[in-house]
């Protein structure tokens, strides 16, 4: 099976992309951190992240925003992420499992620009972190 490369007019308003499971392990969350100069406890200890008044370490929201490119281009790996407006309204906590959805909320033919939301939720069905996508995809 071969990667599918989509057109803007294989796109339908309110379609769902697959939903992704991101990998929030307290071993990549303190990895990633450290590659991009945020090394602490916050995000490679969960005592120490208590100790600093958090629920457990936390993944950072950089990288949640990097899993949410990944299910995108997952979905459409030609397409061109023009940005990525995200609003985090919990921590996400290593070592949990979440989910992210996506529904493509509006398509504009003529520019070649889809915009799609965005959510990471836990177990519970609490979103965590939400947001909005825009890409472009040529015809």
Do not use: C
Not at 22 to 38: H, I, N, Q, Y
Not at 40 to 69: T, W
């Amino acid at each position: 099976m071969g990667t599918e490369y989509k057109s803007i007019r294989d796109v339908e308003f309110g379609e769902e992309l697959p939903i992704y499971l991101p990998d929030t392990s307290l071993k990549k969350s303190a990895e990633f951190a450290a590659l991009v100069g945020w090394e602490g406890a916050r995000f490679s200890d969960h005592e120490k992240a208590k100790e600093e008044g958090l629920a457990g370490a936390m993944v950072p929201g950089i990288l949640n925003q990097a899993y949410f490119s990944a299910m995108i281009h997952t979905w459409a790996p030609n397409s061109n992420l023009l940005s990525i407006d995200t609003i985090f309204r919990a921590p996400v906590i290593a070592d949990q499992e979440y989910s992210m959805q996506a529904t493509v909320t509006d398509i504009d033919e003529d520019a070649g620009i889809i915009e799609i939301d965005l959510v990471m939720s836990n177990q519970k069905k609490e979103t965590r972190v939400l947001g909005t996508a825009r890409i472009s995809l040529k015809t």
